[in-house]
DNA sequence: TGTACATCAGTGAACGCGCGTTCACTGATGTAC
DNA sequence: TGTACATCAGTGAACGCGCGTTCACTGATGTAC
């Protein structure tokens, strides 16, 4: 009856039974890890014989290709959302704490899906082209607001950066594509603010400061107050 | 005949089995990762039944241990070498480069040592109290060299930093632990800079600036260059 | 120096296990006339 | 509205595989007297 084969009960079933698959997959992410991520104990989870699995996804890959999709857009989408509810859209600092808060809660929140995707490769396993595009998507929104903050004058452009024309040229696309105006050294900044953002979130996550440093709240903080004062004010 | 153990056929032809046995799993851990790392693969490899590795390693994990043992330590000499090289011990700049410069060779010339230590852990495997000295090798010649620096005179110690209490204390104990007399300032743009090293060299290492930076050693020849001089000279 | 004994490396078979994937099948759900 | 047919989800058995670990064993290497 359904013309719309999204919407037949048969469709409604098959969305549904996809994202339970993937639900119980992202769980046993947390007890084994992406490399002994198993179709089989996905199926047994689900009270489902394993080759039904394969109705779903053709392949074990196939999975994690999804999950590794989804870690993507979910980050993006947090990142995306901190940033739409500052109040001040103009006020680029208030903008990136919210920007870096986000995106470090949410790795808090799910560390196996930030591992996955932000951790060492996942052995044997080559990322698919499909994962490029969710990849960049928050980094837009760090790019986005850049640009903003230099529209909005909020950002010393005056600094300048001396380095490879290759490095140059790889500037210029990113400005391009989706900082326009943002000057090469302004964005230079960006990428290194940048790493430095994942790096701390990374060494939290991993373990690296523990015994080191008890309050990562307080120093993520610290982190995002410096970053902020550095993107805007450069160097000097 | 040989009082010393060590010195024996037996001793040395053990140690020698040990060590093939540790090279062959790093060999390992390149094509399958640590999580699939195999004791049977291994011991194939190595001409030898599964059985016999038992005699030199109790699990695999403790094999696991070894390596990640060996990593730190690997890591840890190759910034000692590149430190203590340097023509001017006082020059801080220098020693930082060099040491920034000396982690990365290693990581980029070991990158699947680098992603057992500093990727995401190992699922099921606990690192064991033995790991952690060797990992603190490598971050006591940074703040090594920072405490020289102030010492110098070479670091601007004027500016001062807000945080928690929690955080003042830690850096405290580091302060009496490996850097003494450098101000917690300092100790916290050398704890930012830190991780935003080890950001960059996972950023490299696991591909997320892949069709971002075609020029992987200009980026970070210009990350160097400026967190030396947000070391030295501080955020103003 | 020579012999009896202890230590240790390595063997080969076996244990029980879980994995990804394929395949022919049964029923239930949808579609076309 | 009713019937014949096509589509699809899920079943259960099977394939071949590799894994970690244990165990009783054989021989060679070392040690003590």
């Not at 995707?117 to 052995?123: A, K, Q």
């Not at 990113?174 to 326009?180: F, G, M, Q, S, T």
Request: net charge negative; proline share 6%.
């Amino acid at each position: 009856m359904p013309r719309d084969p999204a919407t037949g009960a048969r469709a409604r079933a098959r969305a549904e039974l996809t994202d339970a698959i993937k639900a119980t997959a992202r769980q046993h992410l947390a007890d084994a890890g992406a490399a002994a991520l198993s179709l089989r104990a996905v199926a047994r989870d689900l009270g489902m014989v394993s080759s039904a699995v394969y109705r779903y996804f053709p392949s074990r890959d196939e999975l994690l290709t999804a999950l590794i999709v989804d870690a993507y857009d979910a980050v993006g989408a947090a990142a995306e959302a901190a940033v739409a509810a500052a109040p001040e859209p103009a006020d680029v600092v208030d903008r990136w704490r919210r920007c870096g808060a986000a995106i470090r809660s949410w790795a808090l929140a799910n560390p196996h899906e930030y591992a996955l995707v932000y951790g060492s490769p996942v052995p044997g396993y080559a990322a698919p082209a499909a994962t490029i595009a969710p990849a960049g998507r928050v980094a837009l929104v760090f790019l986005g607001l850049l640009a903003d903050g230099v529209a909005a004058g909020q950002v010393d452009v005056e600094d300048r950066i001396e380095t490879s024309r290759a490095i140059r040229s790889d500037l210029a696309r990113l400005r391009d594509e989706a900082a326009p105006g943002v000057p090469d050294a302004v964005l230079a900044r960006g990428l290194l603010v940048w790493t430095q953002l994942f790096g701390a979130i990374s060494f939290e996550l991993f373990g690296h400061l523990h015994g080191v440093i008890s309050d990562d709240d307080a120093l993520f903080d610290l982190l995002l107050r410096r970053t902020a004062d550095y993107l805007t004010r450069g160097p000097r």
